[in-house]
């Protein structure tokens, strides 16, 4: 293993490297060993901070996710726990009063239910038919099965048909990363401060989220299309 790759950058980051330089001017990040690896690793920590702080998956992993959902009485809007999500083919919903997943409890798509996924949430609405009014969903524990491709895509993966990252919440994430690789680069973490011999004080604080981008996160967190029932991941 070369000194380079001692720091790879996750496949889900929230930004690559170049995004991350056409976002914000923080100086000449390098092209060294040392700070490849700084960055990357600031790259890391902001997208582990940014999904423990909206409590979900934000990007897209590769493959689709099965959960499962227990409707209350009465409930005709299902809120996901993920999104946005993929419509088509990707998007297999099932509905079981015997926890019996196969063809014959198959919903269809813009018939049995209607999906409505945007940046700030997902949810299915169950449907007496194509053309008909919203209908409860069965009550009971596991009733509805949903297998779907969750959450976000960068600009370079033209290979996958999620929805982009919004650009607030991206911008947002380059400024926190741009704070955490600052302070690693000087190597001062918290707050410090130093005097030269002329008497000229600097003074650094430590990594810190601001009001606007907390802001931002906070409309990207979960509960963005109501409480919901969470469902069970597996």
Do not use: C
């Not at 991206?170 to 918290?190: D, F, L, P, V, W």
Request: aromatic share 6%.
């Amino acid at each position: 293993m070369t000194l380079e790759d001692k720091v790879a950058l996750y496949e889900h980051a929230i930004l690559t490297e170049d995004q991350f330089a056409s976002e914000v001017n923080i100086g000449d990040t390098g092209t060294g060993n040392e700070q490849i690896n700084r960055l990357r690793q600031a790259l890391n920590d902001t997208t582990d901070i940014l999904e423990e702080a909206t409590d979900r998956t934000i990007m897209y992993r590769g493959s689709a996710v099965t959960r499962y959902y227990s409707p209350a009485k009465g409930d005709s809007e299902l809120i996901l726990d993920e999104w946005p999500v993929l419509t088509g083919v990707s998007l297999i919903v099932y509905e079981t009063d015997t926890r019996t997943y196969d063809s014959t409890t198959l919903l269809v798509q813009d018939t049995d239910y209607v999906l409505e996924s945007s940046a700030r949430g997902a949810k299915l609405i169950r449907t007496t038919s194509a053309t008909g009014n919203p209908t409860a969903w069965k009550t009971g524990f596991r009733t509805v099965r949903v297998t779907a491709r969750e959450g976000f895509r960068r600009t370079d993966q033209t290979t996958i048909f999620n929805d982009l990252l919004p650009g607030a919440l991206r911008k947002a994430a380059a400024r926190i990363a741009a704070r955490i690789y600052a302070e690693s680069k000087r190597q001062k973490h918290g707050i410090q401060s130093s005097t030269d011999p002329g008497g000229n004080t600097v003074r650094w604080s430590e990594s810190y989220i601001t009001i606007t981008d907390a802001g931002i996160i906070r409309n990207h967190a979960r509960g963005g299309m109501g409480k919901g029932r969470r469902g069970v991941k597996v």
